[in-house]
T-cell receptor, first 115, second 110 residues
């Protein structure tokens, strides 16, 4: 079945450490997105990519980095510069263009905790 | 700047009742609106997608309406069940990104 796979489901980071969250999709979607979810704050956009080898900052990009070397993959690195990384991270994808019947598809999320 | 508001933030209703969740947005220039469901600790599951040219969409016991001119959408759930307990989020797509409301946390009482 087509979908988005996020791994790992749970991730623990030590202070000063970089960690990478994986997001893979087999939907042949062009655009991919990373969101952060905190209690009471809703979903906030970190980075998004509409095409391979191109990506744009979202509302809260500081302390994060991404790459888009393949259409299927959009990994997110949480760097040591991100001072409060404990959150639930969600990856999403969609077909490029606005007149789409499919909307956005989300992965099952990665919960990152600083220890 | 587009803003999406969902009221109430939380709602509890007895099993079997019909209910309506509300979503409002400030800018009517949207391409579509999507309703999602999120269970605790899980990702988002798409429920219904309404294109800007459509007035409503239905899936089983769910019906979503869209009034673009007034900046409102409703999600109607018929004959609610305990399994409907979850957080429901609406999101609008004004450009190449979607903007979410903070959601309504729904609890169906057995």
């Amino acid at each position: 079945d087509g979908g988005i796979t996020q791994s790992p489901k749970y991730l623990f980071r030590k202070e000063g450490q970089n960690v990478t969250l994986s997001c893979e999709q087999n939907l042949n979607h062009d655009a991919m997105y990373w969101y952060r979810q905190d209690p009471g704050q809703g979903l906030r956009l970190i980075y998004y990519s509409q095409i391979v080898n191109d990506f744009q900052k979202g509302d809260i990009a500081e302390g994060y980095s991404v790459s888009r070397e393949k259409k299927e993959s959009f990994p997110l690195t949480v760097t040591s510069a991100q001072k409060n990384p404990t959150a639930f991270y969600l990856c999403a994808s969609t077909i490029q263009g606005f007149r789409t019947e499919n909307g956005y598809t989300f992965g099952s999320g990665t919960r990152l905790t600083v220890v | 700047k587009q803003e999406v508001t969902q009221i109430p933030a939380a709602l509890s209703v007895p099993e079997g009742e019909n209910l309506v969740l509300n979503c409002s947005f400030t800018d009517s220039a949207i391409y579509n609106l999507q309703w999602f469901r999120q269970d605790p600790g899980k990702g988002l599951t798409s429920l219904l997608l309404i294109q800007s040219s459509q007035r409503e969409q239905t899936s089983g016991r769910l019906n979503a309406s869209l009034d673009k001119s007034s900046g409102r959408s409703t999600l109607y759930i018929a004959a609610s069940q305990p399994g409907d307990s979850a957080t429901y989020l609406c999101a609008v797509r004004p450009d190449d990104k979607i903007i979410f409301g903070k959601g309504t946390r729904l609890h169906i009482l057995p």
